[in-house]
């Protein structure tokens, strides 16, 4: 069989495709298995990406919730701090206004109805002593309001 091949060799046709063939067929299924790792690659890296996004824009927002509330309640203390201060100066000049009464009337009874000037049995009718201690009470109230409300921002803005 061999000296047949060898003797007609160049009239011998058959099986000359089947190597490359078989070449074409192994190159294309590299080519094939090169392109579904690049898309596994691919999908991963769209994958990672959109996973990375979607923290960066949790954190953002996050942050963003927190600044707003910081900023809100720094604008509450410091509204709080001018309602404080406000009240102060009011009650301060209620009980400069008082002692000047005090010291210009002699301590007369204020807000009497015309009836009973002079000797007024009505509760409502305050002396300037009274007036100055009524200021000062209503500045202790609001020194602690401020102080309890100042507390509790502080403690909001903690947690």
Do not use: R
């Not at 011998?12 to 063939?21: A, D, I, N, S, T």
């Not at 596994?40 to 890296?45: F, M, N, Q, Y």
């Not at 005090?102 to 000037?117: D, E, F, Q, R, V």
């Amino acid at each position: 069989m061999f000296i047949y091949f060898n003797q007609n060799k160049l009239a011998y046709h058959k099986g000359q495709l089947v190597p490359f063939f078989i070449v074409f067929i192994v190159v294309l299924l590299i080519a094939a298995l090169v392109t579904v790792n690049i898309g596994k690659v691919g999908l991963i890296k769209t994958y990672s990406s959109n996973a990375a996004d979607a923290g960066a824009l949790a954190g953002g927002s996050v942050m963003a919730t927190v600044f707003n509330t910081q900023a809100l309640m720094n604008s509450e203390m410091i509204v709080a701090y001018e309602m404080f201060y406000a009240l102060m100066a009011v009650q301060v000049g209620i009980i400069i206004a008082a002692m000047w009464i005090a010291a210009g009337a002699c301590a007369a009874p204020l807000c009497c109805p015309p009836p009973y000037c002079g000797c007024c049995p009505q509760p409502l009718c305050l002396t300037s002593t009274g007036i100055v201690i009524m200021a000062l009470k209503a500045a202790a109230v609001a020194l602690v309001a401020f102080q309890v409300k100042q507390f509790f921002y502080y403690k909001i803005m903690k947690d």
